[in-house]
């Protein structure tokens, strides 16, 4: 049998074949070194964490391990800190008088108990304002493994396919790379290596080649990546890095609960759930996939994470893997606020097709979606018009802000109550604690199990108690951000105290002699003239100061009137106001403004508007204009900012005047606060106690009339003596 190649190029075309099958093994090899990159970065991290604690920790802990230190030596000695006494070696400790070679040992040995249990507890943060040595040797070992991810995956899944059959074509062309081989083999194996030669030299012509040079090309230039280069992909897309560290590190970040918090028999059913999330366009966090888990699993139940941990997300990849599974019609029901962010949400991270039954065309856009399917969003309000045939189900309804149908005797509660009756699947959702407000939590419970939630309301005053929470845990599922998201970037609330100019404090008091509530709450921004009001030059401030660091603001009031005096500030780079009269699909393409402004950027809105349904984390700055009578208000606000995907530290201001009703208001709810962190493991009181009422603010105004008038000489003898007896 002839052949039209030569010994040289058989030769030749071995040698390549068997450095592309050595490329493509050493990839499992190239992983490894990866993850240990990651691992030792980590490590470095909790390290320096651990000593930077340590640091903090006085010399006294050891006493609270060991009998007899003598400490008062340690100290005169300069051994301060248990990071001083760790650094110190056994000998330097066992010479200082007083200091036996035992009692040495055994501080070493003690101090060394109390590095590995802080080390236990240090959990990594990652934020653009910690750039350091060791972070960004973190975050360019996380970048190249999480870039490389799909060219890895590439060369493996090739590597699986074509080794057996280049492996046999090597074997089988061997005749054809030695004169003397060739000359006295048979003819099969002849016609077996010139057949081999050309399915060898295809394949250099082919996918598995290019697919091959592509890939492991890509992994070399980007093992070469810089941290500069890690740091500017984390701050245009965090969540990946830290789902990178999860998967690999979880430790490092706290989230190694495997449970997350359900009990043990529950959770071991939830963790064998099938999931199939092909055609999900974004990546999910491993506590969101045990939330979609949940979900499927349990069928109807209520998703109570808190604000910021990506409710909307799990109850998307909900639908996307029930599709996958032969299901065809959703529906989600969500206050008119949120109902473009529904919709933009399930159009950028899935496939799935949206059609939004509200408006004018409300009528067609439901028969639409009953003839064809797909994800309806719709409102409370257009519940009404659902009169769905006995016979037609649909795979999965999703109510968000499930709080909002607690009253039954509510129109839009029975509404969506008539559509349940057609969904197969229920999806409650609220960011809610609903642990305090345990009536609530009962009545949503009994709505989708009616069973547990009977069981729930027998032992209703126990709501804290683990028996409760074991009790309601196959449908009532809540975690909070400082439970799967340790890796926050730090939160630091700044109260920024003004004092008034004499036209700003007349202004203020008249607001007050008058009872007029408004007016009074809006101190120093009354005035005519944001120029003259001490508050808005603090804004100035702050907005400079921000800009100058990269940021941008997030400016919060209550009132429409401060609203359009801050928006006055700021002539450019200015976006907004967000307020009740801006209608959803606006102010989303507002927020998208604001996302794509400069730094310095500032987005007003009010408080009761911007504090709900929408996400913010492009600013890090937030400035509160007035304290608000409801602190879980500025709390929801400040969560915009302040939730996953944050990737700097964030700063909240209040601004805040003295000897005005801001200080007493200030005063009285910090009091509250105390009282109901110290009690509140004892009680089921809710974010409802730590609040003021009509009266207490009227008490608080009354107050300040009285202080006024008698400032201002307008108190007779008698009152006055009246008010010097109180």
Sequence with gaps: MERDFTVVDAIELVEKHKAILADLSSIEDVSAEMEKSVIDASNDMIEAKTKEVLNTVPVEE???????????ALRENGYTTID????????????IYGISENAAYAIKEAANDIASDTAATVKIKLSLDDKNTVSSRLIKALYIYKTTTDNRDECSELLDEYKPSVEKALRNITPATSRLKWLFSGKDKKERAIKSYQYLSDLLNNDYYDVYSYNTKEIKKKRRSTSTEGWRDFEDNPIPFFMTLETIAPKALGNDDTKYGLPEELALEIQDQCYFPNGLLCDLRNYQVWGVKYILHQEKVLLGDEMGLGKTIQAI????????TGATHFLVVCPLSVLTNWSREVVKNSKLRVVEIHGKTKETALEHWITTGGVGITTYETTSIFNLNDDFKFSQLVVDEAHYIKNADARRTQGVAKIASHAERILYMTGTALENRVDEMVKLITDLQPSIGRSASHISHMATAPEFRN??????YRRKRVDVLNELPDLTEIQEWCRLSSEEKRVYEDAVLKKNYAASRRVSWSVDNPSNSSKANRLRELVEEAK???????????FLDTIAKAMSIFPEDCYGPIN??????????ILDEFDDGPPGSVLVAQIQSG?????????????????QLKPSTENQAISRAYRMGQTRDVLVYRLLCENTIDERITDILEEKQRIFDAFADKSVAGEESVQLDEKTLGDIIEEEIKRIKEERGMIDFEEKNDINEV
């Design 62 to 72: 050891l006493s609270k391990r060991i009998r007899g230190v003598r400490i008062k």
């Design 84 to 95: 001083k006494i760790l650094a110190a070696t056994f000998y330097r400790l066992s010479s």
């Design 317 to 324: 990849a909900t639908m996307v893997s029930l599709k996958n």
């Design 471 to 476: 009790i309601v845990a196959p449908v009532y």
């Design 548 to 558: 100058d660091d990269g940021r941008k603001i997030i400016v919060f009031s209550f």
């Design 580 to 589: 009740g009269s801006v209608p959803p699909r606006r102010r989303q393409e």
């Design 611 to 627: 504090g709900t349904g929408l996400n913010i984390q492009s600013g890090s700055v937030v400035v509160i204009c007035e304290p």
